[in-house]
């Protein structure tokens, strides 16, 4: 059973910065592809970011591509996602998931084994 746990939420202003992170424990965490996901309040949640097992391929949501960047440390157990030029839109909770897979990435929330209890991200405008 593979536990995620999320650090590095906040409260902030429009155009700062955050660093989330996701550490996992019980598992290898080097057989996982992870995400990142959000869910604001009265929406469902909603895919961000994505890394493969190796970190090789990443991918966005449009709404967040070129301001997000997510990568893992293998030898950590730990994954991130640096968000830069945040705006009030991306307030919501924060999750990581893991999911087992071969190759490439996942975007779909049913698509991941396992996930991280959120961290709140507030932006202020």
């Known amino acids: 059973q593979v536990q995620l746990v999320e650090a590095g939420g906040g409260l902030v202003q429009a155009g700062d910065s955050l660093r989330l992170s996701c550490t996992a424990s019980?598992?290898?965490?080097?057989?996982?592809?992870e995400g990142w996901f959000r869910q604001a309040p009265g929406q469902e949640r909603e895919f961000v970011a994505a890394i493969s097992r190796s970190g090789v391929s990443t991918d966005y949501a449009d709404s967040v591509k070129g301001r997000f960047s997510i990568s893992r440390d293998n030898a950590k157990n730990t994954v991130y996602l640096q968000m830069n030029s945040l705006k009030p839109e991306d307030t919501a909770v924060y999750y990581c998931a893991a999911a087992r897979i071969y190759y490439g990435v996942r975007y779909k929330a049913d698509e991941y084994n396992y996930w991280g209890q959120g961290t709140q991200v507030t932006v202020s405008s």
């Open positions: 019980g598992g290898i965490f080097s057989v996982y592809a």
